[in-house]
Structures are given as C-alpha cells and as structure tokens.
C-alpha cells in the first residue's frame, strides 16, 4: 500500500504544477485566512461540514487572484479526518515491530558475516554465535585456553559430528568478528599447505585490529606473521628468518638452554612448593634474552627488568580493549604496552648494532642479521624486518612454550606410570 500510495505523488505534483498555470501565489496558508477583497489576513470563517469546507476551496480556485494553495489546504483537511491511533497504541505497535525484526535478523545484527554465503552451498562448521554483541565472548581473555577448550565440548556433539571423535573445526565470535578455529596438527598442516597456493591467493588471517595503526605502533609490520599477500616476499622471509631456527643453529645454543634448564630445577628444589607456570615463564625468557636475542644483562635488575617489560608488552595481546574500542595513536604510545615495546626495540637495535661491529655469535639474531638467500645470493633482511621477527619468537618463544611445558608437567604429574 505504501508503493501505490509513493506512486501516486507524482500525479499530484503534476496536478499543482497545472493549476499553477491559471493561479497566482501569494501566501502559503490555508484559504479561510484569506480575505479575497484586501487579501489581508481575516478571521477564519466557521464552517459546519467537511462539505462546505471544500466547496469554499473550490470556489476560491475558481477566482483569478485565489490561491493555489487551497488544493493543499483541502488535502490537507482530508488526511486530518482521519482518526490517529493515541500515542500508547502507536509506541506498542513500533515496539511489536522492532522485537520481530530482532528476532528475525538477531544473528546479522547482533553478529555481522555469522550467517552462510548463499553462494556456497557447504554447510558452516559446529558452533554457536554468542557472547556480547558485537564482540563476542568477553569471558575469553581471561582464560583463552579454558575456553577454547569448553567451546570445542559444545560443538563436539552435532548431527555431522561423532561425539566419540574430537572437534577439529567449529566457528565462534571473537574479536568482533566471525571465526573458525581449527585444532589438530594434521588439520592445520592441511590448512596452511594452501597459503599462497591460488593465483592472487594470499593468507586469510587478521592484520588489522581495534585502532587504526595499532598492529604496527604495538607490534610492527615487517614479520611473517603480517606478510599475507605477496607470496614471494613471504617466502623470502621464512626462508631467512627459517635460517636462524635450522638444527645447526639450534646446536649452537645448547650450552645457553643447558645452564637455564638447570638454574630453573635448582629454583624448583630450592622451595617446597612451586607454581610451574612462573617456572617456565621465566626460564623461557631467560632463554630468549640468552639464546634468542643474546643480551648481556649482568644484574638482577636488569634481568627484572627485561622480564617485567616483555610481560607487559605481552599484556596487550590479551588486552580486549585494545581489539575492540578504537584509541587514537597519540593515546597509544602512552600505554605501559607501548613502553614496554619501545624498551625492547631499543634493545634489539643495541644488539644488532654490536653484531655489525664484532660479527655472528651463535644466537638466533646473529643468524638473522647475517642471513642471505639462496636465491639470489645478495638479499637479506632489513633492520626493521629483523626487529619485528624478533618479537614474533619472543611470542612464539616464551608465552606458548612456557604454557606447553606447564602442561608437559602436568601430564607427567598425573600419569608417573608413563615414565
């Protein structure tokens, strides 16, 4: 009804624009406050029909100097006859008709890219979109792993999936958006043989996130982990960086890992109860300052120092905020995140300045610094790519290995039987 009624404008435009040809406007009112002898505002005329009303319209359009504007007055007249629903009724009507287009689009509003593409016909893995609008599960951040692990449970039992099989595939809503996530070694093998492998194909994973310009002030841009749309610079940098991490290199580093394997039992026997977590938390640091990036801290304090800054650094990757609410940059770099990066930063670019000056020693920046590929025999990476590789180990290298070897203990602990 609506369409037909929208229609019908343009005819009554058309209508005005013809009586315009014979009328003469001279005031937008309604015709009773017209005096047609002085043309002066006059006391409106009481009329007793709607009938009257209208003759009186017609009568002043028959008149050389009347107004136009009686048609819209008469029209006017009309649409106001029409008895109106009293503002309750009219509040419960808007009300009905936004709580059934919720309930029809919850899943598009609420979570936006959840529902199916229609231009695929496979199904969506296991499942449920849920958490805080837009969002997502907020819950997560305080224990990434314990989640995952409950969302998995959830999907386990579906009518494509046997409940005596794990889940390796199910979808979630994290970080604002719709996510898959995918377990097995098998299955992320299978995964990630496809990057690159399509003509214009690239790697499908998330480089921007919360603020604009956040990845690169807290992160930065040059590793591998946001190279994901030209595979031949991708390639180029798993090779060089895939250099430092070779079976010789790693050779290398064993006395390093042999003293901070031993310093981290002589902490566990020293004391009669231990948290394994903070056990390995700091003996992987203490293997990434040595081995991974070879700093020379002499002191307590510094090493203190080194670890407080990377946990902080660290902290940002589980800061939601920082995912979901846009901070400008200026706001940014005073964030404890932020400072703690640029204490890293230069630490790196003091370590890399003194492998220029004396050469390669065995650590794992040394073998990048010095790194060349084998392609072309001259390209190697630069100052900033190195950097930014760095804190992919340092990730990489402390925070996930610190919670595999907790759990390593865990399951050593429960089952002495194995060994």
Same mark, same amino acid.
């Given at each position: 009804?609506?369409k037909h009624?929208?229609?019908?404008i343009?005819?009554?435009?058309?209508?005005?624009?013809?009586?315009?040809a014979?009328?003469?406007v001279?005031a937008?009112a309604?015709?009773?406050?017209?005096n047609?002898?002085?043309r002066h505002p006059?006391?409106?005329p009481?009329?007793?029909t709607?009938?009257?009303?209208v003759?009186?319209?017609i009568s002043?359009?028959q008149?050389p100097n009347?107004?136009?504007?009686?048609?819209?007055?008469?029209a006017?007249?009309s649409?106001?006859?029409?008895p109106?629903?009293?503002p309750?009724?009219?509040?419960a009507i808007?009300?009905?008709?936004a709580?059934?287009l919720l309930?029809k689009?919850? /899943? %598009?509003i609420?979570?936006?890219? @959840?529902v !199916?593409d229609p231009?695929?016909?496979e199904p969506?893995?296991p499942g449920?979109? =849920?958490g805080?609008?837009?969002l997502?599960r907020?819950s997560m951040?305080?224990?990434?792993?314990k989640?995952i692990?409950?969302q998995?449970?959830?999907a386990?039992v579906t009518?494509?999936h046997?409940s005596?099989?794990?889940?390796r595939?199910?979808?979630?809503?994290?970080? /604002? %958006?719709?996510?898959a996530?995918? @377990?097995? !070694?098998?299955?992320?093998?299978?995964?990630?043989s496809?990057e690159?492998?399509? =003509?214009?194909g690239?790697?499908?994973q998330?480089?921007?996130?919360g603020?604009?310009?956040?990845?690169e002030?807290?992160?930065?841009t040059?590793?591998?982990?946001?190279?994901?749309?030209?595979?031949?610079?991708y390639?180029?940098?798993q090779?060089l960086?895939g250099?430092a991490?070779?079976?010789?290199s790693?050779?290398?580093g064993?006395p390093?890992?042999?003293?901070?394997?031993?310093e981290?039992?002589?902490?566990?026997?020293?004391?009669?109860t231990?948290v394994m977590?903070d056990?390995?938390?700091?003996?992987t640091?203490?293997?990434a300052?040595?081995q991974?990036?070879g700093?020379?801290?002499?002191s307590?304090?510094?090493?203190a120092?080194?670890?407080?800054a990377?946990k902080t650094?660290?902290g940002?990757l589980t800061?939601?905020?920082?995912?979901m609410?846009p901070?400008?940059v200026?706001?940014m770099?005073?964030?404890p995140?932020y400072?703690a990066?640029?204490?890293l930063?230069k630490?790196f670019?003091e370590r890399?300045?003194?492998?220029e000056r004396?050469?390669p020693?065995?650590?794992?920046?040394?073998a990048?610094?010095?790194?060349?590929?084998e392609?072309?025999?001259?390209?190697?990476?630069?100052r900033q790519?190195?950097?930014?590789?760095m804190?992919?180990l340092?990730?990489?290298g402390?925070?996930?290995?610190?919670?595999t070897?907790?759990?390593?203990?865990l399951l050593?602990g429960?089952h002495?039987?194995?060994?």
């Amino acid at each position: 009804k609506m369409k037909h009624s929208m229609m019908m404008i343009p005819a009554f435009v058309a209508l005005l624009a013809n009586l315009s040809a014979r009328c003469t406007v001279t005031a937008f009112a309604p015709p009773h406050h017209i005096n047609n002898t002085n043309r002066h505002p006059a006391k409106p005329p009481s009329f007793q029909t709607k009938s009257q009303y209208v003759y009186r319209s017609i009568s002043l359009i028959q008149q050389p100097n009347s107004l136009k504007i009686s048609v819209v007055a008469t029209a006017a007249y009309s649409v106001q006859s029409i008895p109106l629903p009293t503002p309750s009724i009219l509040k419960a009507i808007l009300v009905s008709i936004a709580l059934a287009l919720l309930a029809k689009f919850r /899943g %598009r509003i609420f979570y936006p890219g @959840s529902v !199916s593409d229609p231009l695929h016909s496979e199904p969506l893995p296991p499942g449920r979109m =849920e958490g805080c609008p837009w969002l997502g599960r907020i819950s997560m951040f305080a224990n990434m792993n314990k989640y995952i692990s409950n969302q998995a449970a959830k999907a386990k039992v579906t009518e494509t999936h046997d409940s005596a099989k794990p889940t390796r595939i199910w979808k979630m809503f994290c970080f /604002g %958006r719709p996510t898959a996530v995918v @377990s097995g !070694s098998a299955k992320i093998k299978q995964l990630l043989s496809r990057e690159f492998k399509k =003509e214009g194909g690239g790697v499908s994973q998330l480089t921007e996130l919360g603020s604009s310009g956040m990845v690169e002030v807290l992160f930065g841009t040059e590793s591998m982990t946001f190279e994901t749309s030209d595979p031949k610079k991708y390639h180029m940098l798993q090779r060089l960086v895939g250099k430092a991490m070779t079976p010789e290199s790693v050779a290398k580093g064993t006395p390093f890992l042999q003293k901070c394997a031993e310093e981290a039992v002589d902490d566990m026997l020293a004391k009669d109860t231990v948290v394994m977590a903070d056990i390995f938390r700091r003996f992987t640091l203490d293997v990434a300052w040595r081995q991974i990036i070879g700093l020379k801290l002499n002191s307590n304090e510094e090493i203190a120092s080194f670890r407080s800054a990377v946990k902080t650094w660290l902290g940002a990757l589980t800061n939601y905020l920082l995912f979901m609410v846009p901070i400008p940059v200026r706001l940014m770099k005073r964030l404890p995140s932020y400072k703690a990066k640029m204490y890293l930063n230069k630490k790196f670019e003091e370590r890399i300045n003194e492998l220029e000056r004396n050469g390669p020693d065995g650590t794992t920046m040394s073998a990048m610094v010095f790194a060349t590929d084998e392609e072309d025999g001259s390209t190697k990476l630069t100052r900033q790519q190195v950097i930014d590789n760095m804190f992919l180990l340092l990730v990489a290298g402390s925070e996930t290995s610190s919670n595999t070897l907790t759990n390593v203990m865990l399951l050593l602990g429960m089952h002495p039987d194995v060994w």
